[in-house]
Structure formats: structure tokens, C-alpha cells
């Protein structure tokens, strides 16, 4: 599987609108648990390296935070 390159830039890649579209993608797909989904994916991309999709994902489960959707505590 090959994994995601970081973008060559630091440099804001994702509009307000991207971040609307994927929030909306996330809660038809996951549901109540979007918000942690999208936090995971957050982690991930950081792991990765790539702090432009890491910050979206960021910006992701802050919308999702907002419209009353919470990250569910595993412990």
C-alpha cells in the first residue's frame, strides 16, 4: 500500500468549503463516532509527516466538536 506524500509546502491547502465537505463525508460514513474517525486520521497524517492534512483533520474534529459531536473516551 503506498502511503500519502507530505505536500512540498506548509502552506494552507484546504478551504473552509473542503473542510465543510469532508466533516459532511465523515458523519454520513461514521456517524456518532466522526469525531474520533477524523481525530484518528489527524494523528495519522502527523505520524506521517504531513501537517497540512494532519491540520485539516484538526479542523475537521473542531467543526465536528462544535455541531455537538464529541470524541468518545476509550477509557
Not at 494552507?12 to 468549503?17: A, D, G, I, T, V
Not at 491540520?55 to 476509550?74: C, D, K, N
Request: proline fraction near 7%; include cysteine.
Amino acid at each position: 500500500m503506498a502511503r500519502a506524500k507530505p505536500l512540498p509546502s506548509k502552506t494552507p491547502f484546504f478551504s473552509e468549503p473542503d473542510i465543510v465537505r469532508m466533516a459532511e463525508v465523515i458523519k454520513q460514513q461514521h456517524g456518532s463516532y466522526a469525531a474520533m474517525i477524523a481525530d484518528f486520521f489527524a494523528h495519522e497524517q502527523a505520524l506521517l509527516g504531513d501537517e497540512v492534512r494532519a491540520e485539516a483533520w484538526v479542523r475537521v474534529v473542531t467543526r465536528l466538536q462544535h455541531e455537538g459531536y464529541e470524541r468518545p473516551s476509550v477509557c
